[in-house]
């Protein structure tokens, strides 16, 4: 990201995830650590590359660890550090965050704490066949009263790419060949080009 970017505008992007046998049991202890791992470790490393670390809080039947909306927004503002914001994502925002949609959005772009929007379909379809998309012009309401000036991302799960990433299932790749990050970026690459 580093390499890619302006000094200093690089982005990492990356979901927040913790085992599935944890899910709907985090403990509070697990935030407390999570925000001197973030501080102590990841800030510092982000700092040192000159990066932001973007994480996105997912849906909880993805994960538990942080959920988008005030928790998440909670999170990154104990860290209190420049290097560590959020990546909004519009379908884990409007399924988990507290309120609608637009007004989780707007709270959270309003916080300072966005480096990055995605948009994305609950159907994880192309932009604009969703219940989100539809909403489109509405969103970018919000997003532009708040003053947000940072990247917006389409985030779109056509089929074919979805296939050939075959995103949901970490264990195989397709055709049975076990999934690597190697043969994800050259199938991937392959039909992108």
Excluded at 47 to 73: F, I, N, T, Y
Excluded at 145 to 157: D, I, K, L, Q, S
Aim: glycine letters at 8%.
């Amino acid at each position: 990201a580093a390499a890619l970017a302006r000094p200093g505008k690089g982005l990492l992007l990356g979901p927040w995830y913790t085992r599935h046998g944890h899910l709907y049991k985090v403990k509070k202890d697990e935030h407390t650590i999570l925000i001197d791992i973030l501080g102590e470790h990841i800030a510092p490393f982000a700092k040192e590359h000159g990066v932001v670390a973007a994480l996105e809080p997912l849906r909880a039947h993805e994960q538990s660890l942080v959920m988008p909306g005030d928790e998440a927004l909670r999170i990154v503002k104990a860290v209190n550090s420049p290097y560590i914001a959020l990546n909004g994502d519009t379908v884990h925002w409007a399924a988990q965050a507290e309120g609608s949609l637009t007004m989780s959005i707007e709270k959270l772009v309003r916080s300072g704490r966005c480096a990055v929007l995605h948009l994305s379909e609950h159907n994880r379809q192309e932009w604009g066949t969703g219940d989100i998309g539809a909403r489109t012009r509405q969103l970018m309401t919000v997003v532009k009263r708040a003053g947000y000036t940072g990247p917006v991302v389409m985030e779109n799960f056509c089929p074919p790419l979805h296939s050939i990433l075959n995103i949901h299932r970490p264990d195989k790749h397709r055709n049975g060949r076990v999934k690597t990050p190697y043969n994800v970026l050259r199938d991937g690459a392959q039909y992108l080009t």
